[in-house]
């Protein structure tokens, strides 16, 4: 029989390290300034070019350019680059609506994530609506979000932020999921990539499923 925990506090479980194959982040290049497409909006390239050693570099790219609500959109906008590790990532949207004061930053429709992380695991995540700032090298995701990796752990959730350098995720709403070692809620979570920490805080209830012998 499954074990049912009490609720409790706060729970931190350390996931595994688990490398399948194919993975499914698919392969990018990330493009150097020179070869960057030009901002239709202000004439600068959308990318980041980092000083620090662990800052990220961002590109991004559009199938075309149109109108959301008199508003100037990049149609199907494809974000491209690598984290602090230089591990690779590839964001996708429907839409893209830039900033009017800020060129670095954009609204996002019907996003979804494909990341990679050490040892050629992945991470996938999607949301309905996310806002992306390729200065500060984070993405909100809101609307209702949807988090898969390759270890066998889904996450569903709200919202949440992500930090595109560190691959830290914070969610502020509640967080319900599934794994190998069974299912969880908690009224908020928190991820350390370097870690492989996954920390659920609030009101936390797991199901632990035992060993099959």
Known sequence: MPAVTPLVDKVVAV?????????????VTVFE??????????GEPLVETAQAPNASKFSMTYEKLGSIENDLAMIKPRLTGADGNGNPFVITADAAIQDAKNP?????????????????????ANAANGVVDMKAGSLELNGGIDVF?????????????????????????????????????ADRFHYDRDSHQLTLDGHVKMTLIGNKK
Do not use: C
């Open 33 to 42: 300034p020179e070869k960057t497409a030009k901002s239709p909006f202000e």
């Open 104 to 124: 670095k930053r954009a609204r996002l429709r019907k996003v979804e994530a494909d990341l990679t992380t050490d040892k050629n695991g992945w991470i996938n």
């Open 149 to 185: 990796s390759d270890s066998g752990y889904t996450l569903h959730s709200q919202s949440a932020l992500m930090d595109l350098n560190k691959w830290i995720v914070d969610g502020h709403s509640e967080v319900t999921g599934q794994g190998p070692m069974g299912t969880m809620r």
């Open 15 to 27: 996931l595994p390290d688990v490398v399948t194959s194919p993975v499914r982040s698919p392969a």
